[in-house]
């Protein structure tokens, strides 16, 4: 079951995740953005994400 805590200020379009929540919401308690040297955004990637198995 996800967690009911919307983190705020974060919008999450990967509805695969398992912290994804209607609305493009995140219900994750923090998020990890990597790698460390990227210097654009092609070149981050979400480190929280976890696949939603439950579908």
Same mark, same amino acid.
């Given at each position: 079951?996800?967690?009911?805590?919307? $983190?705020? *200020?974060?919008?999450?379009?990967?509805?695969?995740?398992?912290?994804?929540?209607?609305?493009?919401? %995140? $219900?994750? *308690?923090?998020?990890?953005?990597?790698?460390?040297?990227?210097?654009?955004?092609?070149?981050?990637? %979400?480190?929280?994400?976890?696949?939603?198995?439950?579908?």
């Amino acid at each position: 079951m996800h967690d009911e805590n919307i $983190t705020q *200020g974060v919008k999450c379009v990967v509805n695969t995740c398992h912290y994804y929540k209607n609305g493009d919401l %995140c $219900t994750a *308690g923090k998020i990890e953005i990597q790698p460390r040297n990227a210097s654009s955004s092609e070149e981050t990637d %979400c480190g929280t994400f976890k696949p939603n198995n439950m579908k």
